[in-house]
């Protein structure tokens, strides 16, 4: 008996499935890793624009008060009148200072970005006066 080629015969038998078996586990590995990697730039960015949106807010909001809502209270004037015309010069700052990618980008995350900005500034706008 020749015992290169019985050798052979069994390689063929071990080593071809287990090469088979450690391809599939790579391919595995690999599957795992990209999702990772995707969700972690996903999420990476999501946190990016939620957090450029609640940045622009506050600093929106305070500068309202600064130059519009703090004159109005000292001249006891600020009304419900005045309280719209404030959100409304938020919103409209706001707006005028986030990019289109931006809006685009927190319209898919959030569905209704109007909505979702409304609910940000008055939130916002709650926590400023604690």
Do not use: H
């Not at 972690?40 to 809502?69: R, S």
């Not at 706001?94 to 979702?116: C, Q, S």
């Amino acid at each position: 008996m020749d015992w290169a080629i019985l050798l052979s015969k069994i390689l063929e038998i071990i080593l071809i499935p287990l090469a088979g078996y450690a391809a599939a586990e790579l391919i595995r590995f690999i599957k795992i890793k990209r999702a990772e990697i995707i969700a972690k730039t996903d999420d990476a960015t999501t946190q990016k624009y939620l957090d450029m949106l609640g940045d622009t807010v506050i600093l929106c909001v305070e500068t309202t008060n600064q130059t519009y809502v703090d004159a109005l209270k000292k001249a006891g004037s600020f009304d419900a009148e005045a309280q719209k015309e404030a959100f409304k010069k938020t919103y409209t700052a706001v707006l005028d200072i986030l990019t289109d990618e931006a809006k685009d980008y927190l319209t898919n995350i959030v569905g209704d970005f109007d909505a979702f900005l409304k609910n940000k500034i008055e939130s916002t706008v709650k926590e400023s006066k604690k």
